[in-house]
């Protein structure tokens, strides 16, 4: 395994924040991360587990204890079936890599997911998704050490309990995570579009299918359109990608952010009953515009669910923006705007 000391978390991070590690540890096995983190816990030294750091906001202070990342990504090709594969991957993958050579099999059920930073052992933890699809849609095994029982477990589909941006493992650091498995179809088509957005894009309806690769260039065309592709070109992507998540209410707050707003707000259905609201209409309906405050940190000029840091800023400054805005959502419409980041060391 590679050690670094006294590293700035800052450059591992998307959004560019964030104070210095005292120590940073690349495994490259699972057997390293077990080991790394059992020694860890036994002297109560702090654990981070890094992925991509997309999906991360890390206090001003920084972390002081050991961050480990998974320096291992291997992919394991299996049948399940004449048009079924199932597809191991260790952690550490890149996840866009993963999706590009799902796309080029023709391995159907990621497709959507196209152009999202981060790591593959990332993915589960929040249920990524995007565009209509889920990682939970094809995930039919996860595999973490745990650091109660000090040894590899797996977990089905099922025992993951996935959720909307959510899982098992999203709020528990018990498990860490070092291998998912993936069940997809082998097909030329995508899965059917779900996602209004997309469907418009491709000039049809819902339902329709499309090529799997003009899928991919699609919804990277549509992410990139947003500042959500990751380019050192473009200032826009210097962000944690959503910052909220769109909030699932009751049928009568739908109700009334209509009767407040003047307007129906977009909704979706979801479970028991409930809706889905878009955050980022709730976001510019409250009065934030894009592109703004002025500022080291403020809101995207393409999105208006992402906080861009323009440089120079500070953890601190983007959660004073952040409260900002999840304050006078909640002024304006009594509705609670839930971050999609982990944080470190802070909290909103």
């Known amino acids: 395994m590679r050690e670094e000391r006294d ?7 998307t ?3 964030g104070g210095r590690a005292r120590r940073i540890v690349h495994a490259e096995s699972p057997e390293e991360i077990a080991s790394v983190v059992r020694q860890a816990d036994s002297s109560g030294v702090p654990v981070l587990v890094l992925g991509g750091g997309s999906n991360l906001v890390v206090s001003d202070d920084g972390f002081d204890g050991v961050v480990v990342t998974c320096a291992f990504d291997r992919v394991t090709i299996a049948r399940a079936g004449e048009d079924i594969v199932r597809v191991t991957v260790d952690a550490g993958m890149n996840w866009d890599a993963l999706v590009a050579r799902a796309v080029a099999e023709k391995w159907c059920g990621l497709e959507c997911l196209s ?6 052992g990332a993915t589960p933890m929040q249920n990524v998704g995007a565009y209509g699809q889920e990682v939970s849609d094809t995930i039919v095994r996860v595999r973490g050490y745990d650091r109660v029982e000090r040894k590899f477990v797996d977990f089905s589909r099922e025992d993951c309990a996935f959720s909307y941006r959510s899982s098992r493992f999203r709020h528990d650091s018990r498990f860490v995570i070092t291998q998912v498995e993936f069940e997809l179809e082998e097909s030329p088509l995508g899965a059917p579009i779900l996602y209004e957005e997309l469907a418009r894009a491709f000039g049809t ?7 799997i690769v003009y899928v991919r260039d699609k919804v990277i065309e549509l992410r990139r359109g947003k500042g959500m592709v990751l380019d050192a070109n473009d200032p826009e992507s210097v962000s944690a990608g959503s910052f909220f998540t769109n909030p699932i209410v009751r049928a009568d707050v739908v109700l009334h952010v209509a009767k407040v707003a003047g307007v129906d707000p977009p909704a979706f259905p979801a479970d028991d009953g409930k809706k889905k609201l878009a955050a980022a209409w709730l976001i510019e309906r409250a009065g934030f515009k894009k592109g703004e405050p002025p500022g080291a940190v403020g809101i995207s000029s393409k999105h208006a669910l992402a906080l861009v840091h323009r440089g120079g800023g500070t953890t601190r400054d983007l959660l004073r ?8 959502v909640r002024e304006k419409f009594g509705v609670d705007l839930k971050p999609e980041p982990v944080f470190v060391g802070c909290a909103l």
Do not use: W
């Open 205 to 211: 309806s819902r339902g329709a299918q499309m090529g």
């Open 7 to 13: 590293v700035r978390l800052s450059d591992k991070t």
């Open 15 to 17: 959004l560019r924040l």
């Open 321 to 328: 923006v952040a409260r900002s805005i999840r304050d006078g």
């Open 115 to 120: 152009g999202i930073p981060g790591s593959v």
